[in-house]
């Protein structure tokens, strides 16, 4: 199971450490990802890494402000968002993939955790 937590209420321009930790489930074998959904709008892909973190890829609305990485010895995925805008304001989800490399489509991952909130005020 996963579970993404260290949303909340930051201003624009402002800074936050996302986690996903997993329980029951050793992420080291899967690739993962963050994804976020805003209200009446459709889930979007915001960055993927792959089992080692060697490699990891960003949407271009979140590349040089977003960092993913990942701890496979915590068990746990990071998403830090620095420069925060009023538009990054979404239910944040990270997902695990159990094909090799970094994908950026939902239907390519496999198991999804329940969402932390973010919200961006301006």
């Known amino acids: 199971q996963l579970q993404a937590f260290g949303g909340g209420l930051v201003q624009a321009g402002g800074s936050l450490r996302l986690s996903c930790s997993a329980s029951g489930r050793t992420i080291s074998i899967y690739a993962m990802g963050w994804f976020r959904q805003a209200p009446g709008k459709e889930r ?17 609305s979140v590349k040089g402000r977003f960092t993913i990485s990942r701890d496979n010895a915590k068990n746990t995925v990071y998403l830090q968002m620095n420069s925060l805008k009023p538009e990054d304001m979404a239910t944040y989800h990270c997902a695990a993939s159990r094909r090799l490399n970094i994908r950026v489509h939902g239907d390519e991952y496999d198991y999804w955790g329940q969402g932390t909130q973010v919200t961006v005020s301006s």
């Open 44 to 60: 979007e892909f915001v960055s993927a890494i792959n089992r080692s973190g060697g490699t990891t890829y960003y949407a271009d």
